[in-house]
């Protein structure tokens, strides 16, 4: 037999090729860090739905986050649970809200520090739901265009606070376009934004509500987050919101949707997110506690996954752990 002098084993049999020459390759500077932020102070109360997730109070965040950046994290998101919930997501936007408290506060103490964050009412409304909720014919409706009004407002608030990038992730149609007119007539135009563009109406964000405390009290998200049936659709929701102004893009969830990461980058010049969500995290946390794999070997597999589907950053609640297993 005459040996084959295309031998795609050659790359393999020596792990120092191996390791040179691989396609993608994993750096914690593709992470980003989610944070739960409550008001008070000397709390770091775990979340039962997901094992090694806290809500901090702004000074053990400030503790927490600075063990973090040794660790190389150099980007977070915040989500704020504040004091007080009603109906019209008052706190969401008040200058002394959680969120706008905890930015301020890691922005005097970090100057490397990129700060993200979340703007959505949900955590903020006593219904729970992601936009203003009206009463016509009886009926209950989301209100697209009154919403946009207040993540409008939610949004400029960040940015006075301090904000690098503020995130939208109510799926509230022209939210991105109500944001960044906010921005722009109040001298915050060097603000980015990250859309949440392809965000899935999924069973997988199971474990945030809890952490979040944001599960609406009747009803589902099914009138303003995406069937997750549709691709189509999804390029045209990020389409909308590159038109509208988006910097960055996002599509979440992240494990069960990578076709629709790879046709999102393919069709677009933006850089991408995705969000590799809470139930994601948990279902492995479990499994790991079961003993069903070794943790960092799976977890590597699948941000290396979303990282060959297209990702450019990914969002994890994985990112420390991360951090420590590429060191
Ligand atoms: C707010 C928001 C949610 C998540 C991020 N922003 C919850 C939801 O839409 O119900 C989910 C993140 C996760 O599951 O980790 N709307």
């Known amino acids: 037999m005459k040996s084959p002098k295309c031998r795609p084993r050659r790359l393999r049999i020596n792990r120092l090729i191996r390791e040179k020459f691989k396609e993608t390759k994993l750096s914690i500077s593709d ?21 090694g997730v806290f809500q901090f109070s702004i000074d053990n965040l400030v503790k927490e986050v600075s063990a973090s950046l040794k660790l190389g994290i150099d980007a977070v998101i915040l989500f704020g649970i504040p004091d007080k919930k009603d109906k019209i997501a008052s706190r969401s936007y008040a200058s002394d809200g959680i969120i706008q408290k905890a930015v301020r506060a890691l922005k005097t103490e970090f100057k490397n520090l990129l700060v993200i964050t979340d703007v959505c009412l949900c955590g903020y409304t006593s219904h729970g739901h992601c936009g203003m909720v009206v009463k016509r014919n009886n009926k209950f409706y989301i209100d697209n265009d009154l919403s946009l009004e207040t993540l409008a407002k939610m949004a400029l608030s ?44 999924s069973g997988f964000y199971g474990p945030f509500r809890d952490a979040a405390l944001s599960s609406p009290k009747s009803g589902d998200r099914k009138s303003y987050q995406m069937d997750f049936s549709n691709s189509k659709e999804a390029l045209k929701e990020v389409m909308l919101d590159i038109k509208e102004g988006a910097d960055i893009v996002m599509v979440k969830p992240a494990l069960a949707y990578q076709d629709i990461i790879y046709r999102v980058k393919e069709s677009i010049n933006l850089p991408l997110a ?29 941000m290396t996954g979303f990282k060959r589907s297209g990702a450019d950053i990914i969002i994890s609640y994985f990112a420390k752990d991360i951090a420590r297993w590429l060191r």
């Open 31 to 51: 992470f980003i860090m989610p944070y739960f932020v409550c008001e008070g102070r000397y709390i770091k109360r775990s979340v039962k739905s997901m094992p």
């Open 158 to 201: 960040h940015a006075q606070a301090g904000a690098d990038i503020v995130a939208p992730s109510s799926m509230m149609d022209a939210q991105v376009k109500a944001i960044r007119n906010a921005l722009d007539k109040n001298g915050f135009m060097d603000i980015a934004i990250m859309a949440y563009s392809a965000k899935f109406a």
């Open 274 to 302: 995705v969000y590799n969500v809470s139930g994601e995290y948990s279902m492995i946390k479990e499994a790991c506690r079961k003993k069903l794999f070794e943790e960092d070997r799976i977890v590597m597999e699948i």
